[in-house]
């Protein structure tokens, strides 16, 4: 075999642009990249996931832990189509993302050969910034460079499509002559402050503002001194998005945590009644969660402009960098002296720490309640631990009941909340930081959905990683708890079992079967052993909880509207009636008399 093949230039280019691992699925139709890889002797490792879609899923994780270009490859026909899921989660999250899939041979394109499919057209709206299926090899150089550029460059999804024979042909640069592009590797990113007339009318409206509320998102997690430094000089409290969650720690009493459905009631309360926001780098979408319009002026910081003024009617807009434009805005800002307001915030925090405290421990009906699984995992977190979580009930509680400090990493699919991206999401970051414990939070549904056979890829890969500790928590309910939620609140109807109801899995032994360690919990007094066996184990463990599923994911505020529905759903019978409304009293009364024992 030629080792100056086309294939062999693009792994040697993806080295060049500082590719050290690609995650993916081999296939015939993307063979000649993959014995490009084997020829290179490890430059770039190559991880294999179970699935195409859960690569893609790693390859997205890989760019939010690292900051890195995340890479993922597959074969063609059903290999590419797989990628998707994954690739919509790093665009929806802004994630630089290089897909790269096989193709047909040149010559059989258009014939409905076996797993043709029209590529190009597929990936169009997912990696629309950048998608191209080179023909001859003196193309494929400035393919290559551009779609890491742009990737790079706009933190979004670009893509390759290699036809097979391309793959194998030999490499020849592009002739010096008219119809040739020469392109060359390298990419810095800028730092893009605001000018500073914009900066000055955006600390016009802070410095006049007596109830000042910060929302940050994802665009400020390298922003953490900043955020802190700005808050402090306004006396500003700070919520977080979601993806934003690692941005600011814990345990800073002015830190109000989530917002939204998801969210707590002290930052509910401080948008409420804030009279000025101050947002960064947060796409946050549900509009009903901020400030009513008019009632609090608004500046906002994103490096998008087309993120800006969107979810709130902004006062300023400011383009830049989170951290570059907090530091330049910090000078032209007052210190704020009251301290009313400051104090406001933190007396509601302490508050909320007493009802979730109180939350966690009530009782439920001989099940484990769902969130002290995570309220015993907090104070145990080793410093430096990632955290991730799936979509569904367990967001609940890594978003109210996790409390992260200084140093720790978290995430989880954020704009797309795909569910089954917790464990992709956690192998992609022990490889990306093999000494940091790793911790991943699943519900049953996305175990059962794909997640049950990425165990394969971590009992494949765990030996090598510096420190074994990862481990994966299954909260077992057997029903699909976020929709059924959604069912009875949202739209007023009992419980659908016959599509809420999934089978019970003993999760534990599949992960003894695998080579791993498994550890089953029903008895809520035994959490606090199981996370601690967990974190000191030799090898990677699942945890398995058997979780109450009629404990209520309660929004900070329950709208009338919502009250209606739950109304609803118990005038016309909800199979779990009893238990739901005894477990949803027990939640309310926590909120109302903090303290109080069930």
């Given at each position: 075999?030629?080792?100056?093949?086309?294939?062999?230039?693009?792994?040697?280019?993806?080295?060049?642009?500082?590719?050290?691992?690609?995650?993916?699925?081999?296939?015939?139709?993307?063979?000649?990249?993959?014995?490009?890889?084997?020829?290179?002797?490890?430059?770039?490792?190559?991880?294999?996931?179970?699935?195409?879609?859960?690569?893609?899923?790693?390859?997205?994780?890989?760019?939010?832990?690292?900051?890195?270009?995340?890479?993922?490859?597959?074969?063609?026909?059903?290999?590419?189509?797989?990628?998707?899921?994954?690739?919509?989660?790093?665009?929806?999250?802004?994630?630089?993302?290089?897909?790269?899939?096989?193709?047909?041979?040149?010559?059989?394109?258009?014939?409905?050969?076996?797993?043709?499919?029209?590529?190009?057209?597929?990936?169009?709206?997912?990696?629309?910034?950048?998608?191209?299926?080179?023909?001859?090899?003196?193309?494929?150089?400035?393919?290559?460079?551009?779609?890491?550029?742009?990737?790079?460059?706009?933190?979004?999804?670009?893509?390759?499509?290699?036809?097979?024979?391309?793959?194998?042909?030999?490499?020849?640069?592009?002739?010096?002559?008219?119809?040739?592009?020469?392109?060359?590797?390298?990419?810095?990113?800028?730092?893009?402050?605001?000018?500073?007339?914009?900066?000055?009318?955006?600390?016009?409206?802070?410095?006049?503002?007596?109830?000042?509320?910060?929302?940050?998102?994802?665009?400020?997690?390298?922003?953490?001194?900043?955020?802190?430094?700005?808050?402090?000089?306004?006396?500003?409290?700070?919520?977080?998005?979601?993806?934003?969650?690692?941005?600011?720690?814990?345990?800073?009493?002015?830190?109000?945590?989530?917002?939204?459905?998801?969210?707590?009631?002290?930052?509910?309360?401080?948008?409420?009644?804030?009279?000025?926001?101050?947002?960064?780098?947060?796409?946050?979408?549900?509009?009903?969660?901020?400030?009513?319009?008019?009632?609090?002026?608004?500046?906002?910081?994103?490096?998008?402009?087309g993120m800006l003024s969107l979810r709130y009617p902004m006062d300023v807009s400011l383009v830049g960098d989170s951290a570059a434009t907090l530091r330049a805005l910090l000078p032209l800002l007052e210190q704020k002296e009251a301290a009313s307001w400051r104090n406001r915030i933190i007396h509601a925090g302490e508050r909320w720490q007493r009802v979730l405290e109180e939350r966690a421990r009530a009782a439920?009906?001989?099940?484990?309640?769902?969130?002290?699984?995570?309220?015993?995992?907090?104070?145990?977190?080793?410093?430096?631990?990632?955290?991730?979580?799936?979509?569904?009930?367990?967001?609940?509680?890594?978003?109210?009941?996790?409390?992260?400090?200084?140093?720790?990493?978290?995430?989880?699919?954020?704009?797309?909340?795909?569910?089954?991206?917790?464990?992709?999401?956690?192998?992609?970051?022990?490889?990306?930081?093999?000494?940091?414990?790793?911790?991943?939070?699943?519900?049953?549904?996305?175990?059962?959905?794909?997640?049950?056979?990425?165990?394969?890829?971590?009992?494949?890969?765990?030996?090598?990683?510096?420190?074994?500790?990862?481990?994966?928590?299954?909260?077992?309910?057997?029903?699909?708890?976020?929709?059924?939620?959604?069912?009875?609140?949202?739209?007023?109807?009992?419980?659908?079992?016959?599509?809420?109801?999934?089978?019970?899995?003993?999760?534990?032994?599949?992960?003894?079967?695998?080579?791993?360690?498994?550890?089953?919990?029903?008895?809520?007094?035994?959490?606090?052993?199981?996370?601690?066996?967990?974190?000191?184990?030799?090898?990677?463990?699942?945890?398995?909880?058997?979780?109450?599923?009629?404990?209520?994911?309660?929004?900070?505020?329950?709208?009338?509207?919502?009250?209606?529905?739950?109304?609803?759903?118990?005038?016309?019978?909800?199979?779990?009636?009893?238990?739901?409304?005894?477990?949803?009293?027990?939640?309310?009364?926590?909120?109302?008399?903090?303290?109080?024992?069930?």
């Amino acid at each position: 075999m030629a080792t100056n093949t086309v294939s062999d230039f693009i792994i040697e280019r993806l080295y060049e642009w500082g590719v050290r691992r690609i995650f993916g699925y081999p296939g015939d139709g993307i063979n000649g990249m993959f014995g490009a890889l084997q020829r290179a002797r490890g430059k770039i490792e190559f991880v294999q996931a179970r699935h195409e879609e859960m690569a893609a899923f790693m390859a997205s994780a890989h760019a939010k832990f690292t900051g890195e270009l995340g890479v993922c490859i597959a074969t063609s026909g059903p290999g590419a189509s797989h990628l998707l899921t994954g690739l919509y989660d790093a665009r929806m999250d802004h994630m630089p993302v290089l897909a790269i899939a096989g193709q047909q041979a040149r010559a059989a394109l258009g014939a409905h050969y076996q797993q043709e499919l029209d590529l190009v057209s597929m990936f169009k709206d997912v990696a629309g910034s950048y998608i191209q299926q080179p023909s001859v090899p003196g193309q494929v150089r400035h393919v290559v460079d551009r779609a890491v550029r742009i990737a790079l460059s706009r933190r979004t999804v670009t893509a390759m499509v290699l036809p097979n024979d391309l793959q194998e042909l030999e490499y020849e640069p592009p002739a010096r002559k008219h119809g040739t592009a020469h392109s060359g590797v390298g990419y810095a990113a800028p730092e893009v402050v605001p000018r500073e007339a914009d900066l000055r009318r955006a600390a016009e409206v802070l410095n006049a503002g007596h109830r000042v509320a910060m929302l940050v998102g994802a665009g400020a997690l390298h922003a953490t001194d900043e955020v802190i430094a700005v808050a402090e000089r306004l006396h500003a409290g700070v919520a977080k998005a979601l993806l934003g969650k690692a941005a600011v720690p814990d345990d800073i009493p002015w830190v109000t945590g989530s917002i939204g459905l998801l969210g707590t009631k002290p930052t509910d309360e401080m948008m409420s009644a804030c009279d000025t926001l101050l947002m960064v780098g947060s796409g946050f979408p549900y509009s009903e969660f901020l400030p009513k319009e008019g009632e609090a002026r608004a500046v906002q910081i994103d490096i998008d402009a087309g993120m800006l003024s969107l979810r709130y009617p902004m006062d300023v807009s400011l383009v830049g960098d989170s951290a570059a434009t907090l530091r330049a805005l910090l000078p032209l800002l007052e210190q704020k002296e009251a301290a009313s307001w400051r104090n406001r915030i933190i007396h509601a925090g302490e508050r909320w720490q007493r009802v979730l405290e109180e939350r966690a421990r009530a009782a439920t009906g001989g099940k484990v309640n769902p969130q002290r699984v995570v309220t015993e995992l907090s104070p145990r977190l080793p410093d430096g631990a990632i955290v991730t979580s799936d979509s569904g009930s367990c967001a609940n509680w890594y978003a109210r009941d996790l409390q992260i400090r200084r140093g720790m990493m978290c995430s989880l699919s954020g704009g797309l909340a795909s569910m089954g991206a917790a464990v992709p999401y956690a192998i992609a970051a022990k490889f990306a930081h093999p000494q940091r414990p790793v911790i991943a939070l699943v519900g049953d549904g996305a175990m059962q959905m794909n997640n049950m056979a990425e165990l394969v890829t971590v009992a494949k890969y765990w030996r090598q990683w510096e420190n074994p500790c990862w481990i994966c928590v299954v909260f077992n309910n057997e029903d699909l708890n976020q929709v059924t939620w959604e069912q009875r609140v949202m739209q007023g109807d009992p419980k659908f079992e016959a599509s809420q109801d999934i089978p019970n899995v003993p999760y534990h032994r599949f992960a003894e079967l695998v080579g791993l360690t498994g550890i089953y919990v029903d008895d809520p007094e035994r959490l606090g052993e199981a996370w601690e066996q967990a974190l000191t184990a030799s090898r990677p463990v699942v945890i398995e909880v058997k979780t109450d599923p009629e404990v209520p994911p309660l929004p900070p505020h329950v709208t009338l509207e919502q009250a209606r529905h739950f109304a609803r759903t118990l005038m016309e019978g909800d199979p779990a009636e009893r238990s739901m409304i005894a477990n949803t009293a027990r939640q309310v009364m926590a909120s109302v008399i903090p303290g109080k024992k069930s």
